[in-house]
């Protein structure tokens, strides 16, 4: 009996190359929506009430309101860092979820409302929602409702809405008078940094891909130039700027260098925002909010499309964030 015959070999690794990359684009394009020219495009968060609003239907009070969050996202994580920098750990609580793909997204790590899943809370919250289930979320117990599920404006709500019981009330890291200015950084740190991680990672096609990491690393070279000669991106005081580019930084050897194809340069390379990082990882309570084993977990174990195997690299030989930063030198 003459052996059964195979494929070419070049015919094969054709048929396989179409068939894995036909699935990637449908697998990418329900993760990562893209516009026609391959580039990542976030969805804008769909809750966006606010504390304290007009109508009164959300008040600051404490003990109501709680955060979900996941502790390897970036978002959630910048709302966890204003949490403890304004003292509202007794009177704002955390209940975290983690990715599961099986489970339609973010799971709850215990039962939470009788709910099981993160996309069961938002049902439950507004019956029929069909949008993209995200965190973090500032939940109201009281009317079992989601207040807002944009970390930005979380960020403001937390600042500024909740003095009357924070530890720390007096700490305001978006005053009125540096508001212009936070608010450019914001701008240019959120497309080309925080989101520009993303769009490196989520690209669907080469010039995609090439634009971002070129504003991307453009980027964190300004940065890094910025901060050879000033402790914090405005001087010598600590921002709403600051609090929202820690989280990307910190998860950048980590993860992004690697997975994301964001792999020009380490954090830990640069001169200025390597002790930069150290020195707010050393912010009273801030490393208590970081969790680098989970943010591997979530990003290798559970970017199918990213990550195929499944496999969790080795991590990285990064510096002890705790050791010396020397930037309470520096002049304003």
Known sequence: MAPPRSLPPGLLIQTGQWVWRSLWLVMM?????RDRNGAYQRPPSQFRHSLGDAQGNYPAEPG???LLVGWGCPWAHRTLVMRVLKGLESTIA?????????AGGWAFVEPFQDCTTLP????????GYSGRCTVPVLWDDRRQEIVNNESAEI???LNDRCNDFAAHPQADFYPP???PAIDTWNEKIYHRV???VYRCGFAQTQAAYDRAV???FSQLDDLDRHLQTQRYLLGDRLTLADIRLFPTLFRFDLVYHSLFKCSRQRIQDYPALGPYLRDLYQLPGIAATCHPQQIQQDYFGNLFPLNPGGILPALPRCPDLTQPHHRDTLSP
């Open 194 to 196: 925080n989101n520009g």
């Open 120 to 127: 069961q809370a938002y049902q439950k919250a507004q019956p």
């Open 155 to 157: 960020l403001v709500m």
């Open 29 to 33: 394009g329900q993760m990562a929506p």
């Open 64 to 66: 109501r309101y709680r």
């Open 214 to 216: 070129e504003e991307l």
């Open 177 to 179: 008078d540096l508001r």
């Open 94 to 102: 955390v209940t975290p979820v983690v990715p599961r793909p099986e």
